[in-house]
């Protein structure tokens, strides 16, 4: 199978030389981008100490240890003896600027702005009123927002007062919230009485009302005990605590669709230097810039991109309602309104924008960006080609809510291949075979040889897991559970969740593998693939797909995937479906997939912006499997 291909997209002698990126190859002062990457991995210490300084970001007190292992690489601290705050980083050194920290708009079009100064004294004054409700440091404040200024305005404020922002998905159901404010022991929680989506009201307060233990803080509506404007307006301003650099400033937890889900913390001084150094160097966003990810608070891009954007003094643009009301072009028009340089979006937005046929330019763009699942070929080149006129670079990223960050990522100022990924900067990654050894052109499980600034310090109430998960399979590695294929180059294909890894007579693939295949067919819209109990093969391999519900698709899938990878591979069952499930920043739960299909616990499905498709699922599982 042909991995990424050739090179399509090769950066400008201008671009490269006006770069954020060749800046801090200049600041370092070697000789080529190469040398940059090489040195960030062998001399990972002094790396994360220059981009400190390079990126301006400000410490109370000046670290005395970059990084100390003493009980353990697992358990390694960084910028230890330093002083640090996010909220004093993102906001307050910031507050004489007149820039817009943020700006937003909603379904029904009105728009707004803060600037810094106006952020500041938000922020300052919630921070006052939060200290004398009671709430210190180290406490767990929950935020159940979709994604509006007033949601930044409280992660902001917890973080100042050294209390704990623990954002949650905003499509959740109760629960969901439950759970995660049990396990995180949280006794305030920001809400929003309502919002607009797909041109009707969301009533988030009333979803969460009464969970035992808890007193809600709600942004509009009336009759709430705290109500957000009065607690802002009767605020007195403070400023940011110093902070230790190893102080948990945000908890983020895990989708929970394989089980519990996991609280991972990430701390004020590792959080920040990491998520800094990915939006400032891998999107190339600049002070004048404006971010806009298509993605929620409560997922792992949210604050990454609020964060990223406003310790460089760049804007971030916010939007919670739908992305395709009222029309499908709805994200083009407000990418042009609000002169966003940089847009994050995934393969499904492609997708769909593909099947409806819209082929309008992004105009201002310097850089597209994605996560959150591998491209197939077709999706890449559409909006390479079609959406980005052959000029816009992708910049593809890949990392995980338990690093808050990104251990791939391609840039602008790299050549680029369809789907492909870069190695992160002093990210240490590798990939290894099932045996423990590093590995090049062979598919294998994506890892780190290093502990990172940004990982989290632990999974919350439980270092057992912890180790379990990410440390204990092969020592020394962290190994992130992705399946992977890199290159001589320091290029990288994803091929998915290596828990949904397929294995057919002794082989194993991933099923980016297969969907790439199958979405090379007239027709197919997406798909998903997952592995089914074969007793002579040991699996057997199941699509589904949205597109062209005719026999010619199926037909030209069966042997388009056994074109492509083999005939053991050919699918055993291909069915059309109307949609597939998916969370609402547009991930493909192909878990959940499998589960429905084969008439076993999904667990809870909140978090899926569609989980009534699986009953359509289970039914098809039934009558294939079971002649139900």
């Keep these: 199978m042909d991995y990424g291909g050739e090179f399509v997209y090769f950066p400008s002698n201008e671009v490269v030389e006006q770069s954020n990126l060749d800046s801090l190859r200049k600041f370092f002062n070697l000789n080529s981008l190469e040398e940059l990457y090489s040195y960030a991995d062998k001399e990972i210490e002094k790396f994360y100490e220059g981009i400190v300084t390079h990126m301006g970001i400000w410490f109370f007190k000046r670290f005395d240890r970059i990084r100390e292992s003493e009980d353990g690489k697992e358990f390694t601290k960084w910028f230890t003896g330093g002083q640090i705050n996010i909220t004093f980083n993102c906001v307050e050194r910031h507050k004489q600027r007149k820039k817009d920290a943020i700006r937003w708009e909603n379904e029904s079009g009105d728009v707004g ?29 929950g935020i159940f927002m979709p994604m509006m200024a007033e949601a930044i305005i409280a992660m902001y404020a917890i973080m100042r007062i050294g209390a704990v922002a623990v954002p949650m998905f905003s499509g959740y159901g109760r629960e969901s919230v439950d759970v995660r404010v049990k396990d995180a022991g949280i006794r305030y929680i920001f809400t929003v009485d309502s919002y607009e989506r797909k041109g009707k009201k969301v009533k988030m307060a009333d979803t969460i009302k009464g969970i035992e233990g808890t007193d809600l803080i709600v942004a509009g509506g009336d009759g709430w005990k705290y109500n957000f404007q009065n607690l802002l307006d009767g605020g007195h301003y403070v400023s940011s605590v110093h ?35 990915e939006v400032y ?46 029309n499908m072009e709805r994200v083009w028009d407000m990418v042009e309104r609000n002169h966003i340089t940089v847009l994050g979006l995934s393969p499904t937005f492609v997708r769909t924008a593909k099947s409806k046929g819209v082929t309008r330019a992004f105009n201002g763009l310097k850089a597209f960006a994605s996560t959150g699942e591998p491209w197939d070929t077709e999706s890449w080149m559409y909006l390479f080609e079609k959406l980005g006129g052959g000029k816009i670079p992708i910049c593809n990223v890949s990392g995980g809510t338990d690093i808050i960050g990104c251990f791939l990522a391609s840039t602008p100022v790299i050549p680029l291949k369809p789907r492909c990924l870069y190695r992160g900067l002093g990210m240490g990654v590798t990939v290894l075979s099932q045996d423990g050894k590093e590995i090049t052109n062979e598919v294998g499980l994506l890892a780190t040889r290093e502990h990172l600034p940004s990982m989290t310090r632990g999974i919350w ?4 897991k912890y180790l379990d998960t990410y440390w204990n399979q092969f020592k020394g590695y962290w190994v992130q559970g992705d399946w992977a294929i890199r290159d001589e180059e320091g290029y990288y294909i994803l091929l998915g969740r290596a828990d949904d890894v397929i294995k057919i007579a002794g082989k194993r693939l991933g099923p980016g593998e297969i969907e790439d295949a199958a979405n090379r067919v007239y027709g197919v819209i997406e798909s998903a693939s ?92 039934n009558e294939t499997l079971f002649n139900k």
Aim: aromatic share 10%; net charge neutral; proline share 5%.
């Design 530 to 621: 997952f592995g089914i109990p074969d007793p002579i093969k040991g699996e057997s391999v199941v699509i589904f797909y949205t597109g062209k519900d005719e026999e010619n698709v199926k037909s030209g899938i069966y042997s388009q995937v056994e074109s492509f990878l083999g005939k053991s591979f050919r699918p055993k069952y291909v069915f059309c479906i109307e949609s597939l499930p998916k969370t609402k920043n547009g991930k493909i739960m192909r878990r959940l997939l499998k589960s429905a299909f084969l008439n076993t616990d999904t667990g809870d499905v909140t978090g899926l912006d569609n989980g009534e498709i699986l009953n359509a699922v289970r039914k098809i599982g």
């Design 243 to 277: 902070t230790d650099s190893e102080d948990p400033a945000i908890m983020l937890y895990t989708s929970g669709t394989t089980g519990k889900p996991k609280g991972t913390v990430h701390v004020h001084g590792g959080a920040l230097v990491n998520i800094t150094k």
């Design 281 to 326: 160097y891998y999107t190339d966003l600049k002070p004048d810039g404006v971010i806009y990810w298509i993605t929620d608070l409560g997922w792992m891009m949210g604050p990454w991109e609020i964060i990223g954007a406003n310790s460089i003094g760049a804007s971030v643009f916010i939007y919670p309602g739908a992305v395709d009301y009222p």
């Design 113 to 141: 702005s803060l600037t810094f100064e106006q952020l500041d004294e938000k922020t300052g004054k919630l921070a006052g009123a939060l200290l004398d409700m009671g709430i210190k440091k180290g406490d767990r404040v």
């Design 461 to 464: 109430k439980n270092d057992k």
